[in-house]
């Protein structure tokens, strides 16, 4: 999966807007090593943002890195409070290690949920938690809800760094 050459990305933008006529699905090309067939997408509400991001803790931190310069393991005493800039929380202060899972429970809406009892988590440990403290939950399973708005995207089709019919291009 290379990405679009950045000489042949506006091309390939302006080709996808015209034969969709929605702008596509712009999702960085290293943050997919590690999905083999597919993956699941939300777009990014940080402000000017137009990626797309995977709905998973690890790539959300990764992405608020690389792509919003948050040091996303500044977690100790000293570390100043940062501004959650996601398109309509600016009044959210926490630490910037703080703000990758802040976006995937609050912003992307991700929940474990137990299937014994249907219990809503926020975090996986929570769950794990749950299901020793509950008798009767001690053997469900969890069920992730990713949240509404989400996408699955196949990357089988992601031929050259783009998919005309899945209108993905990765950058
Ligand atoms: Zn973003
Ligand atoms: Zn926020
Ligand atoms: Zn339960």
Sequence with gaps: MNPVRSSDKSMVQDMLLEFNRVNPILIARDALHEYDTEVRVRPCGWK??????????????????????I??????????????????????????????????????????ICS???????????????????????????VVNYGDGSQVIDLVY???GWSASQNVMLI
Excluded at 117 to 140: N, V
Aim: with cysteine; glycine share 6%; charged share 25%.
């Design 158 to 160: 992601i031929d050259g």
């Design 116 to 142: 014994h009892c249907q219990s809503s988590l926020s975090r996986e440990d929570a769950f794990r938690r749950h299901s020793l403290e509950r008798p009767d939950c001690q053997s469900a399973e969890v």
């Design 48 to 69: 000017g943002c137009r990626m797309h991001i995977p709905v998973e803790l690890k790539q959300v931190s990764k992405h608020l890195k690389q792509y919003h310069g």
């Design 71 to 112: 040091n996303t393991s500044a977690t100790s005493e000293d570390t100043e409070k940062t501004t959650c800039l996601w398109s309509g929380c600016l009044d959210t202060h926490t630490k910037p290690g703080n703000l990758s899972r802040h976006v995937l429970t609050r912003h992307l809406g991700v929940r474990w």
